[in-house]
């Protein structure tokens, strides 16, 4: 594992969503994400917060807080994805104040060119306190070595997600794999990949029942079994873990400029700000590029950003004729039983 390490062996703990993954390799650091984790107790962390918190900042503040990543990680970065983790990042700040560093950047909410401009200003501030920790600065050719990496990675993830039909893996192992993009540095990650690409069969068509799932992550994860055990496949993702996170290669020529343009490339994000149409045009298109019969939003509950969107997107979904559910849970519990009845009988109405 050591050779997966940056390049002191230091790791940067990273929140969602969208994580600078260039910018920390080039300054040493691995970045492994941290959504969640579910598996820990969240007691310890609920004292600071609002009981309408949604679990995946109720576990990070509890996780971190009772220690979960000292001696594990070098500093713990905190994107300003939406309300609840710029909370979290405060609170570990003024009032947890674990041994680590604590590193907030903020993600604008637009696309214009003030915005990418903003969020290069951001990275170069957070670019500053990397050095600081590490005791290295990273040049414009390190950094631009480090996109060509991560937009590599990318690309090849790109084509895992296209070329999901042909892959003889069940949805659990498919998004093992794919989530492994969260963890491993993106050269072992396309290695990884590769090796279930070059294995996958000719293109079989559409499987029998092709679903799109759209939230922010699959957790808990046997929400897929259950998607396995009643025979659909996920055929197009929209998790802001995962789809969402495709980003598009720049051809920027200052680094900062181009890590803030890839950044801000992704598919249509809630935890972005972007328009409602926006969303519901991507969605639309995506389902039925990919054959999706039905959309499933797998929502964490008190989930702001999500909710938000899901009315309306629902509205527009009728009108194309889209059957769509939406199930909310805590990411650590175990999936209700309530819950995967729902699912099937929602995926029956897609047969
Ligand atoms: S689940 Fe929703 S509210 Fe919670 S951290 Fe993620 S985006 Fe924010």
């Known amino acids: 594992m050591t050779s997966h390490l940056g390049k002191e062996g230091r790791v940067a703990a990273v929140l969602p969503v969208h994580n600078p993954r260039a910018l920390l390799r080039a300054h040493g650091f691995l970045p492994v994400e941290v959504w969640g984790p579910p598996g820990h107790a969240i007691t310890s962390g609920d004292v600071h917060l609002q009981v309408y918190t949604c ?11 009772d220690g979960g990543l000292l001696g594990r990680a070098d ?37 214009r060119a003030s915005d990418r401009r903003f969020l290069a200003a951001e990275l170069r501030a957070l670019a500053g306190r990397l050095a600081e920790i590490s005791g290295e600065t990273a040049s414009d050719e390190d950094l631009h070595a480090a996109c060509d990496r991560e937009e590599e990675a990318d690309a090849v993830l790109a084509k895992l997600l296209s070329r999901r039909a042909a892959l003889e893996i069940d949805n659990r192992h498919f998004y093992e794999l794919a989530r492994s993009r969260e963890y491993l540095p ?15 069969g000719k293109d079989p068509g559409a499987p029998d029942l092709p679903v799109l799932l759209s939230g922010l992550m699959p957790e808990p994860m046997s929400i897929l079994d259950a998607l396995d055990a009643a025979g659909a496949t996920v055929v197009a993702d929209d998790l802001a873990c995962l789809g969402r996170r495709l980003y598009q290669p720049s051809q920027a020529k200052d680094p900062y400029l181009r890590m ?3 950044l801000l490339s992704g598919a249509p994000d809630s935890t972005r700000g972007v328009s409602i149409e926006a969303r519901a045009e991507h969605l639309i298109r995506l389902a039925k590029d990919r054959g999706a019969r039905g959309l499933i939003f797998f929502l964490v509950k008190f989930c702001e950003p999500e909710q938000f969107y899901l009315p309306q997107l629902q509205k527009r979904f009728k009108g194309e004729n889209l059957r769509s559910m939406m199930v909310e849970v805590h990411i650590g519990e175990t999936l209700p039983d309530q819950v995967i009845t729902r699912l099937e009988a929602f995926l029956e109405t897609l047969t």
């Open 55 to 65: 679990s995946v900042v109720r576990h990070a503040l509890a996780f971190i807080s």
């Open 75 to 111: 500093c713990v970065v905190v994107p300003h994805a939406c309300d609840s983790l710029q909370g979290l990042g405060s609170v570990l700040l003024d009032f947890t104040k674990p041994d680590l560093p604590v590193l907030p950047y903020y993600l604008p909410r637009g696309q």
């Open 186 to 200: 993106a050269e072992a990650f396309i290695k990884q990949a590769e090796t279930v690409l070059a294995a996958a």
């Open 260 to 262: 803030a343009e890839g």
